[in-house]
């Protein structure tokens, strides 16, 4: 019996959701049954009566969150109804379905229940927004997947068949070493720098040494720097510990699958929480190469899919490889694309007036500090180490125009329309010409007086597009024409006179 062979009365989710939403509903309360426990001794009553009311009121939500729950499929949509005083229903056509999430924590595990998100390109960020089906059976959820993604029952015999389903990458454990250079890991490690830093001169009470005695036998008085680079190595290493746990524990078991039958994309991960998405191939419209600048220190990158209605919010669905060596990437974009030129071909890049662009902003903004920071020292008798600012700033506002320069580039082949721009996160963008809908010209004042535009290639549904920044006006219209012809050069027509 087919996933969606039932009749159109709304059905409830899996008993066994029972012992569920408690659990979670209790969580969220944690912090207001603890204050209730504090308050109670406080007042020096034994609190009981309303510590159980505290542990209640959760428990009855949690019920009826189940009870006031409930979904259907019928008439080609989907629905999912939820909420007793404020009834609050979500529809929508099988037809936008996009992409089919599966995940399960640990307590879903062991009672054998999956969540099923569905991802239908809306642009919502709130939680009662979302398609979700939590939870179901974890066989049932599968067979609802395969059916969403308009696979029949024959179609799922034969991609179950090993020559119909090609295993494209498999987690290697070593693409941990990655996990503390990605954005995660390099902003937890600077906010372990600035505590280090913050609770050393708290504790110095602004000397210039820090008395360790009580870390050292002997008592040995040393300078603050000391006690600051030992701090700052003790917290890095616990981040860089922490980042490569979480790392595992959200992406072990990573699994990139392409079924042929079907034509779908299935990703697996997660070691405590399991996670299975499912992707159309038809709207998967292309992929972008991420290099943040941590990661591409150490020659890292990961990929995410450009997917035809898929909201940006849903960051989990739109993953195809996670932190990995950017070959292995690379290599994956390749393949997902069916063409190596997207990846490989050399960009064209967008001339001088575009250089100086960046340029200009960066150093501009490394003046403003020099300046900031030289005048500290001479009106306010600041530290004369801010003086360092006065020629670092600049300094480093040049390399990082230069790499924003070189980063910028664009690029037509196989069918691909290709961008390349950032530094801090230096971005490749691959999208099929054919599902471009349509192209925005966006231009500042100062991008028009360089004569400079930022073309931007729009997707159906969802707030997808590709942004191929600060090109030549000239150059960004060639480039629309050609990879939509007549699109664009209807309107760069001379108008016809006439009488």
Do not use: K
């Amino acid at each position: 019996m087919s996933a969606l062979d039932h009749d159109e009365s709304w059905q409830r989710l899996d008993p066994r959701m029972l012992l569920v939403h408690p659990i979670r509903e209790v969580g969220r309360f944690l912090p207001v049954l603890v204050g209730i426990f504090i308050a109670g001794n406080a007042a020096g009553g034994d609190g009981t009566p309303w510590e159980l009311l505290g542990v209640l009121v959760p428990v009855a939500l949690g019920l009826l969150r189940y009870l006031t729950t409930s979904f259907r499929i019928a008439a080609g949509r989907i629905e999912l109804r939820r909420g007793l005083l404020n009834r609050h229903v979500l529809s929508t056509p099988l037809d936008r379905v996009r992409t089919v999430d599966l995940t399960a924590s640990l307590v879903q595990r062991v009672l054998g229940l999956t969540t099923v998100r569905i991802g239908t390109g809306t642009a919502s960020t709130d939680d009662d927004d979302r398609l979700d089906l939590d939870g179901l059976p974890t066989d049932r959820a599968r067979a609802l997947r395969e059916e969403l993604l308009h696979a029949t029952p024959e179609a799922r015999e034969e991609a179950a068949a090993p020559e119909n389903a090609r295993v494209l990458l498999r987690f290697d454990p070593m693409w941990a070493r990655f996990a503390p250079f990605t954005a995660a890991g390099l902003l937890l490690g600077l906010g372990v720098l600035g505590a280090a830093f913050q609770l050393l001169v708290t504790l110095g009470g602004g000397t210039d040494e820090l008395q360790t005695g009580s870390l050292l036998d002997d008592g040995v008085s040393l300078g603050w720097w000391i006690g600051l680079l030992a701090l700052s190595l003790a917290g890095l290493a616990t981040v860089a510990a922490l980042a490569v746990v979480g790392y595992l524990v959200g992406n072990w078991g990573f699994t990139l699958i392409h079924t042929r039958t079907d034509n779908s994309w299935h990703l697996r991960r997660g070691l405590l929480t399991t996670r299975e998405t499912s992707l159309d191939a038809d709207r998967l419209s292309g992929v972008a190469l991420s290099e943040p600048i941590g990661l591409r220190a150490v020659g890292g990158a990961h990929l995410s899919a450009i997917v035809t209605g898929l909201d940006r919010q849903q960051q989990g669905s739109s993953t195809l490889v996670p932190s990995a060596p950017v070959g292995v990437v690379a290599g994956a974009a390749r393949d997902v694309l069916g063409a190596p030129g997207p990846v490989d071909t050399g960009l064209t890049g967008h001339g001088p007036r575009a250089r100086l662009r960046r340029y200009t902003r960066a150093l501009a903004g490394a003046c403003v500090v020099a300046a900031a920071a030289l005048l500290l020292v001479v009106r306010a008798e600041a530290p004369a180490s801010l003086l360092v600012l006065v020629v670092l700033a600049p300094l480093l506002g040049a390399v990082l125009a230069e790499d924003r320069a070189r980063s910028l580039g664009h690029a037509l082949v196989d069918g691909y329309v290709v961008a390349r721009s950032g530094s801090l996160e230096r971005r490749r963008e691959m999208l099929a010409a054919e599902d471009v809908i349509g192209w925005n010209y966006r231009a500042t004042f100062f991008q028009r007086r360089a004569g400079l535009t930022s073309l931007v290639a729009t997707t159906a549904g969802g707030r997808q597009s590709v942004t191929v920044l600060d090109v030549p006006e000239g150059a960004g219209v060639r480039l629309a024409d050609a990879a939509v012809p007549g699109l664009v050069s209807q309107f760069l027509e001379e108008p016809t006179l006439v009488g």
